[in-house]
């Protein structure tokens, strides 16, 4: 007899599980824990099968005959019913987990070893602040070129065409990975080239020419400041560090400063590619930190300061060139340019002056090559860019005696 409602409501559970039975495999299973739970038997292609249809009374006796008998008409299309719904559920699954969002901290957790924690820091706060509230909970297949220009558009209204340049690339590279691991098919940021404003053409730092080297040089020689200013700046036109990587220099960071091996080796965290970086010091170099030795060496920094952070501060060697007539003439990372374009000139191999300004190889396999960091032909580069620096220092003390004779 088919059950009644009756019948489903007066139902008590048992110390172990029973069955109620409806008509044509529908039949109501009693746990002992008091649930009650819809099943749906039925035989495809010679196996019997279970089919759930949930649970009394949230899925009523009439509700539970309707679920049957869809069920029943996939059985006889030959359409297993439990299978299909497990496959719907795994592509729900798949669905949700295949977000932009998600698909995007995939990308961001593979590479944070790449970046120096700022800088992971700030692509998450981009991509929270900037692309995740509009296509985040989007399935990443899903996103067109179209809805990829309007969440972009949207950044661009604001006027901050570099981060927004940035932001493309970062989505980009998102969905790039989303086609490498199969969760879509295309880059829906790459066909946006020319769709958005370009931003302005950088400013480089200003640098020196080669003629203006040696007057520099005298100038910086006769800097009546503090001497420890006068010898960070000497050092960074010797050895082309950045700013931030000299200013926040540790005297433990600095090996046989008196040999010719002399090293300094800079950590990891404090280079903008979160990679150790090793520099060899000239003999010019190794004389001046023997001389700031003396004035700092009972510091952990080679220059100490009362600011904030502990060291130098960043204003302390761009302020001590304005004193010295070299305002909107050249910074402190303009030493970088003078030092890579002079040695570019003459002939020394890209590999080792890339090496020594710490550049970013993106060519992996090419990265890998130069692990040893070329550090015996960097180390002959450097003391002939120390050489030449004091070269055209004398050459232009020459050039003054002669001129001074002449009159």
């Known amino acids: 007899m088919p059950l009644t409602e009756p ?4 139902a008590k559970p048992a110390a172990r599980a029973y069955k109620l039975y409806d008509s044509e495999g529908l039949f109501l299973l009693v746990t002992p824990s008091g649930g009650k739970i819809w099943r749906y038997r039925f035989k ?10 949930g649970a009394y009374p949230k899925v009523g006796l009439t509700a539970a005959r309707k679920k049957r008998n869809a069920a029943i008409e996939k059985v006889q299309e030959g359409i297993d019913p439990a299978a299909e719904r497990a496959a719907a559920k795994l592509q729900r699954k798949l669905a949700k987990a295949h977000t932009f969002k998600a698909v995007a901290l995939e990308w961001h957790a593979l590479h944070a070893h790449e970046w120096t924690p700022a800088y992971a820091k700030q692509i998450m706060n981009r991509l929270e602040a900037d692309v995740f509230p509009s296509i985040g909970s ?3 297949a899903e996103i067109n070129p179209a809805k990829m220009l309007e969440v972009l558009k949207a950044v661009e209204a604001r006027g901050v065409l570099e981060t927004n340049r940035r932001l493309k690339q970062y989505c980009s590279a998102i969905f790039r990975y989303g086609i490498a691991s199969q969760y879509c098919e295309h880059d829906p940021a790459a066909p946006l080239k020319g769709a958005l404003k370009s931003p302005p053409r950088p400013k480089h730092h200003k640098a020196l020419a080669t003629n203006e080297v040696g007057d520099f040089l005298i100038r910086l020689a006769a800097y009546d400041g503090e001497e420890e200013t006068r010898i960070a700046i000497n050092l960074a036109v010797l050895m082309a560090p950045r700013t931030t990587e000299l200013r926040a220099a540790r005297w433990s960071e600095f090996a046989d400063i008196e040999s010719e091996e002399g090293l300094w080796r800079v950590p990891a965290e404090r280079m903008k590619m979160n990679t150790a970086h090793l520099v060899p010091l000239s003999r010019q170099s190794r004389e001046l930190l023997a001389r700031l030795k003396e004035l700092t060496g009972k510091s952990a920094y080679l220059f100490p300061s009362s600011a904030p952070e502990g060291f130098m501060s960043n204003n302390t060697m ?8 070299f305002h909107g003439r050249t910074t402190t990372h303009g030493f970088r340019r003078l030092f890579s374009t002079e040695a ?3 002939g020394w191999n890209e590999d ?15 990265a890998a090559y130069n692990a040893a960091q070329y550090l015996p032909q960097r180390r002959e580069m450097m003391q002939w860019w120390a050489d030449r620096l004091e070269n055209l220092k004398g050459s232009e003390l020459e050039r003054r005696r002669k001129e001074a004779l002449k009159t």
């Open 7 to 10: 019948e489903l409501r007066s």
């Open 44 to 53: 495809l292609h010679g196996k019997e099968k279970l089919l759930s249809l």
């Open 138 to 140: 989007l399935d990443v």
């Open 318 to 325: 761009l302020f001590a060139l304005y004193r010295m007539g």
């Open 344 to 346: 570019n000139e003459h």
């Open 352 to 366: 080792w002056i890339e090496r020594q300004l710490a550049h970013d190889e993106r060519d992996r396999v090419r």
